[in-house]
Structures are given as C-alpha cells and as structure tokens.
C-alpha cells in the first residue's frame, strides 16, 4: 500500500492507496522540522495516523511538508517515518513546494504558488523545480499567507489604525488583544506562525469592508511582486495555485493576478487529491 502526505504548518492531509485501488483520508496535525524533532514527530503518528491504518502493510510512502528545505531537515520526518512504519520499502520526503507543482501542473510547465499559513511559490519545468524565488518564512516572508495576513490585522489593530466599527467587531470576538499577548505568542510560545493564522478568519469574514479588502489586496500584490513577478518570462506562464488562503481568496486574488496581467490556472485548497493521481499513475 502506497501513503502519500501533503504537510503544511497546521495541518497534514494524508491519502493510502490500496492496490485494489481504494484509497482512504486521514488528518493529523501539521509536522514542521523547523519546529519539531523526530521523536515528537513519532509521537503524533503514533497517537494520531497509526489508530487508523496498519503500519504493516504500508510498503511505500511519499511525504511532502513545509520545511523541508534541506536534507538535514528532511532527513527528521524521514527518521519519524522509518520508525513508525518499519516495514516500507520506499520513504521519499520532498519540499511541499514539489508537491504543489506535482499536484497542480502534473507534467507541464508552470509557476506555482503556495498560500497557506506561509507561503512559497516556484518555476516548474514539469519534472523539476527549475528556478526558485527564495521564501524567507514567517518573520521576514511569507508575504500573501494566513500567518502574513493575521500578523498585517494584529498590527494595525495594536497600532490604533483599524476603523472603529471593524475593532469592535474584533474585540467582540476575540476580546481585547493587549500587546505583551501578543508578544509573548509571538516571541516566546511555539508555533508564532499558526497564531497569528487564527487571525485571518476575520479579515475573510469582513473582507467586504475597504479596510480588509485593501489589506487583503496589498498582501496579495505584495506575494507576486516580491515572488511570482521576478521569474523569467512571467506573463507567459499559467500560475496555479494551493492552499487555504488561495482557495478562499480566490475573487480578490483572481483581482490581483489581472492587474499583474498574469494567466491563473488552478485554484486548490489542497494537494492531496492531485497528489494521489501523480502517483497511482506512477
């Protein structure tokens, strides 16, 4: 049995594919190397993915998560992954950011992005990554993601510049947020990434307001000028895109690429599911 998984930084979509071809849907958290070790990673399968399945028949998987960026950090799911199924054959960990291209664009070319609680974008060649605007992660990057998004509204509202009506929509929600808060989620708990995430469900459910919309707007103008605008011979690829914000987004990011004069392609929530095509057709 074959085990794919598309890892993001808050949640891992996970699909088996049975050679009677069958194919089951499992979620478990999202697993990060920048932010977790292998035996915590092996905690959280033991406890979340392995009630589900029978580690034994699984001969081959392909795991494909944020931050694997390097082999040393893909080198701690692979460990997790080889300790909790012993018995496969195959383990290959890719960069999330492959797995978006495979998923989307199958075997053609295309740039690809990726706009979830971080983001990524990169030129594919139809096999490969072929050129890669470097991502800078949450701190310095992340332009156009969740993260991004709730970070831009924390700061406008500590900075006293959210309009009245729209504060007291955000106070009523989530209560007033006093800046040590803030900061100690930001600085001092794990996770700062998925924190500041959980803050962009209200720009989505306000975003009919011109504040929101010109919030949500400029962070998207800014994940294409900084990133998919400097790929060469941009206006001539179709941009496919992944990931909850894009999938939610999709009007105002739609708004963007057209003043970009970019062609977009797809549009998914998730990997997954053109995944687990890429590889029954393996």
């Not at 991004?148 to 900075?159: A, P, R, V």
């Not at 006293?160 to 930001?186: I, S």
Request: glycine share 8%.
């Amino acid at each position: 049995m074959k085990l794919i998984a598309d890892s993001g930084s808050t949640k891992t979509d996970w699909r088996s594919l049975a050679p009677t071809g069958a194919i089951q849907s499992y979620k478990t958290i999202g697993l990060n190397p920048y932010y977790q070790d292998t035996p915590s990673i092996v905690s959280e399968l033991s406890q979340q993915l392995c009630p589900h399945l029978v580690p034994q028949v699984v001969s081959e998987i392909h795991f494909y998560g944020t931050g694997v960026s390097s082999p040393e950090k893909g080198a701690i799911i692979e460990q997790a992954l080889r300790q909790v199924f012993p018995y496969a054959e195959t383990i290959a960990v890719y960069s999330d950011m492959l797995g978006a291209a495979r998923a989307l664009a199958g075997r053609q070319q295309g740039i690809i992005g990726i706009l979830g609680t971080g983001s990524n974008s990169c030129l594919y060649d139809g096999e490969n990554i072929s050129f890669q605007v470097s991502p800078l992660g949450f701190w310095l990057g992340d332009e156009g993601s969740g993260g991004y998004l709730g970070k831009q509204l924390l700061l406008s509202y500590l900075h006293k510049e959210l309009p009245a009506d729209l504060r007291q929509k955000f106070d009523k929600r989530y209560g007033a947020k006093e800046r040590l808060e803030v900061l100690e989620n930001a600085y001092q708990k794990p996770f700062p990434n998925r924190y500041f995430a959980g803050f962009s469900k209200f720009l989505f459910d306000n975003r009919q307001h011109p504040f929101a919309f010109q919030l949500i707007f400029q962070a998207f103008e800014a994940f294409f000028d900084k990133y998919l605008c400097k790929y060469p011979d941009f206006p001539s690829h179709k941009i496919h895109f992944t990931g909850s914000v894009a999938f939610y987004y999709t009007d105002i990011l739609r708004r963007v690429a057209q003043q970009k004069g970019a062609s977009v392609g797809i549009i998914a929530e998730s990997p997954i599911a053109g995944l687990s095509l890429f590889h029954q057709e393996a």
